[in-house]
């Protein structure tokens, strides 16, 4: 009884392992370094708590949006907007997007995924989440005021050369198959 | 300045949410719905960045990051401080200031640029992350030519803002 139990435990943990292994994989190497170093150790666990806090407080607003996203926008106007055949209007409308935005890439991809499940271009979607990057209108600001005006305004205009560029390369680069993948990728990541 | 968005971001979801409930309570209880299902699956990618983040964070202090890009100088230190930039995940409101000042001692303008646009745009942590929403070709692509492009962005600024 107990060893099937046990059985039981470890092919659970094995699932969780697979599924998460990256989580694994980061804990593991974590405990290495507590055992290690148990005052670096510590700082570690300090800082991802602190950063952990920080995440939920920045993660919180996001995915409250992504859910009104989800319910209110429909996908006919997601698609006339910034969807395939939008344009250059669809462009111009995810560069904004992104621009007004300033919150890291990685806080942004649930946005992101939101965006291609309601059919909107892969192209549009990566330069949303590359201006929100690197092109940084409250940002500018600060740069200037650190790094000055002209390196700032120099930086700006190259960056929104290299963000629709890197836009556009990746979109040519993928075939009907990967877009198709994304796309099914994006429905299954949004819960109904 | 991510803090200081949220301030901003806060009060405009909040009264978003408030302007769809009144318009449609159902509607919006569902929107809450998928909010946290949304949550609770990606929770665990993001726990596993978070890791990683501060593994990196306790190595690399912004003492250390000036000591690896102001020392070396050339391609090397090009080289150097566009893959610190890549695998760092410092707040760029800290990240200004620490270019600032490698300006001053005398660090060259390419590579504080690259370790900037890598930093911003390359996310070796998050990759994971990324590969989930995105897929895995599209994701390592934008990641590989944001590596590239930060160099073309650094030679730029390099050629103009001397």
Redesign the interface.
Same mark, same amino acid.
């Given at each position: 009884m107990r060893a099937v139990l046990w059985i039981k435990i470890f092919a659970g943990m094995k699932a969780i392992a697979r599924k998460h292994w990256f989580l694994v994989l980061a804990l593991v190497i974590h405990l290495i370094v507590l055992l290690f170093d148990s005052s670096v150790g510590m700082t570690v666990l300090r800082f991802t708590g602190k950063n952990a806090l920080n995440f939920v407080f920045l993660l919180v607003p996001v995915f409250l949006l992504t859910g009104l996203m989800d319910v209110w926008i429909d996908r006919e106007t997601m698609i006339r907007m910034i969807g395939e055949k939008s344009g250059l209007r669809g462009v111009l409308a995810a560069f904004l997007l992104g621009m007004v935005t300033a919150v890291p890439v990685y806080a942004l991809l649930p946005v992101g995924g939101i965006l291609l499940k309601k059919g909107s271009r892969i192209s549009n979607v990566l330069i949303f989440l590359g201006a929100s990057a690197s092109i940084r209108i409250p940002l500018l600001i600060f740069e200037s005021g650190s790094l000055g005006f002209r390196f700032a305004v120099t930086r700006f205009m190259a960056n929104i050369f290299a963000v629709f560029a890197i836009s556009f390369i990746v979109e040519k680069a993928l075939t009907g198959k990967d877009k198709a993948a994304i796309y099914e990728n994006a429905e299954k990541s949004i819960p109904q | 300045?991510?803090?200081?968005? &949220?301030y901003v971001?806060?009060p405009? +979801?909040?009264g978003?949410?408030a302007l &769809?409930f009144v318009k449609d309570k159902k509607? @919006?209880l569902? /929107?809450?719905?998928?909010?946290?299902?949304? $949550?609770i @699956? #990606?929770l665990?990618? $993001?726990?596993? +960045?978070?890791?990683? +983040? *501060?593994?990196l964070?306790?190595a690399m202090t912004p003492e250390m990051i000036q000591n690896i890009l102001g020392s070396r100088s050339g391609f090397a230190g090009i080289l150097i401080s566009s893959l610190v930039g890549s695998v760092a995940?410092v707040?760029?409101?800290i990240a200004?200031?620490i270019?600032?000042e490698l300006?001053k001692s005398g660090a060259g303008?390419i590579q504080v640029?690259v370790f900037? &646009?890598t930093l911003? @745009?390359v *996310?070796i942590a998050?990759l994971?992350?990324?590969i989930?929403?995105? *897929?895995k070709?599209?994701a390592v692509?934008?990641n590989l030519?944001?590596f590239l492009? /930060?160099y #073309?962005?650094a030679f730029?600024?390099g050629v103009?803002?001397i």
């Amino acid at each position: 009884m107990r060893a099937v139990l046990w059985i039981k435990i470890f092919a659970g943990m094995k699932a969780i392992a697979r599924k998460h292994w990256f989580l694994v994989l980061a804990l593991v190497i974590h405990l290495i370094v507590l055992l290690f170093d148990s005052s670096v150790g510590m700082t570690v666990l300090r800082f991802t708590g602190k950063n952990a806090l920080n995440f939920v407080f920045l993660l919180v607003p996001v995915f409250l949006l992504t859910g009104l996203m989800d319910v209110w926008i429909d996908r006919e106007t997601m698609i006339r907007m910034i969807g395939e055949k939008s344009g250059l209007r669809g462009v111009l409308a995810a560069f904004l997007l992104g621009m007004v935005t300033a919150v890291p890439v990685y806080a942004l991809l649930p946005v992101g995924g939101i965006l291609l499940k309601k059919g909107s271009r892969i192209s549009n979607v990566l330069i949303f989440l590359g201006a929100s990057a690197s092109i940084r209108i409250p940002l500018l600001i600060f740069e200037s005021g650190s790094l000055g005006f002209r390196f700032a305004v120099t930086r700006f205009m190259a960056n929104i050369f290299a963000v629709f560029a890197i836009s556009f390369i990746v979109e040519k680069a993928l075939t009907g198959k990967d877009k198709a993948a994304i796309y099914e990728n994006a429905e299954k990541s949004i819960p109904q | 300045m991510n803090s200081l968005f &949220s301030y901003v971001f806060y009060p405009v +979801v909040l009264g978003l949410l408030a302007l &769809s409930f009144v318009k449609d309570k159902k509607k @919006t209880l569902l /929107s809450l719905k998928r909010a946290w299902k949304m $949550f609770i @699956t #990606v929770l665990p990618q $993001f726990l596993a +960045v978070l890791f990683p +983040v *501060g593994l990196l964070l306790a190595a690399m202090t912004p003492e250390m990051i000036q000591n690896i890009l102001g020392s070396r100088s050339g391609f090397a230190g090009i080289l150097i401080s566009s893959l610190v930039g890549s695998v760092a995940l410092v707040p760029v409101i800290i990240a200004f200031p620490i270019a600032s000042e490698l300006l001053k001692s005398g660090a060259g303008i390419i590579q504080v640029t690259v370790f900037i &646009s890598t930093l911003t @745009t390359v *996310g070796i942590a998050t990759l994971p992350l990324e590969i989930r929403y995105l *897929g895995k070709k599209t994701a390592v692509l934008r990641n590989l030519l944001a590596f590239l492009f /930060s160099y #073309v962005v650094a030679f730029i600024a390099g050629v103009v803002a001397i």
